[in-house]
């Protein structure tokens, strides 16, 4: 069965610092792996995602990630974030199986950007 | 091109009432899923829609909960008898392919 660990549940940040945003997986087939990000009282907004090809992916608001598949890890990255990075990030593992994919959460990570 | 949409955004209801919850896909989506998050929680998987066929519901209670996606309009996640543990966030995301989902800004449902 595939599960998702985000390793931190808050991470405090300072205005301009960079961020990095642990995820592990484990899953014996191969997935694909995505991060949302979901604002106060808002909706998930897709970061990025990883399908296939190269394991460094970039996504929007400057954020990226890198799949290691020998560590199963699917970390994000920011060299420099901003006030308006605070939100709940979610890393998500998907299979796809029988034609459709069904996405498996990680329990998040809240990140709190201070001045 | 509109997003997904959800509504209500928020919706109240007392123990045993009935609670609907609508979600229309973006344009041209096919597949439909629904997915719960409970206070500090993640998102729970629940059921996953084509159009008029229930795919997978292995996430959903056995019991008070229903989902359909008719042919025409939109899709319904229907809760009988709400109980106060169904207080949640209900998401609804659609995809076009089977790889990228897109959710709407959920309903927000409180059992008073």
């Known amino acids: 069965a595939q599960s998702v660990t985000q390793l931190d549940s808050q991470v405090p940040v300072f205005e301009e610092a960079p961020v990095e945003l642990r995820c592990n997986y484990s899953?014996?087939?191969?997935?694909?792996l995505f991060w949302y990000v979901q604002y106060p009282n808002q909706g998930l907004q897709l970061l990025l995602k990883?399908?296939?090809?190269?394991?460094l992916v970039k996504g929007i608001n400057g954020f990226e990630a890198e799949f290691n598949k020998s560590q199963t890890s699917f970390h994000l990255r920011k060299p420099s974030v901003h006030i308006s990075d605070t939100a709940e990030y979610f890393c998500?593992?998907?299979?796809?199986?029988?034609?459709?994919?069904?996405?498996?959460f990680g329990a998040g990570t809240r990140l709190a950007v201070h001045p | 091109n509109a997003g997904v949409m959800q509504n209500p955004r928020h919706l109240v209801r007392r123990r045993g009432q009935e609670a609907r919850l609508r979600c229309s896909p973006m344009?041209?989506?096919?597949?439909v899923y629904w997915y719960r998050q409970l206070p500090e929680e993640g998102l729970k998987f629940m059921v996953y829609?084509?159009?008029?066929?229930?795919?997978?519901e292995s996430g959903m209670p056995k019991e008070r909960f229903s989902a359909e996606f008719p042919k025409e309009g939109p899709s319904i996640l229907r809760i009988q008898q709400v109980v106060r543990g169904d207080s949640a966030a209900y998401f609804c995301?659609?995809?076009?392919?089977?790889?990228?989902?897109?959710f709407g800004p959920g309903t927000r449902l409180t059992v008073l």
């Open positions: 995301a659609s995809s076009l392919l089977p790889d990228t989902q897109y």
């Open positions: 990883y399908l296939s090809g190269s394991t």
């Open positions: 998500a593992v998907s299979l796809f199986s029988g034609g459709y994919n069904k996405l498996i």
């Open positions: 829609l084509q159009k008029e066929n229930i795919i997978d």
């Open positions: 899953s014996s087939v191969s997935v694909y």
């Open positions: 344009k041209g989506h096919s597949h």
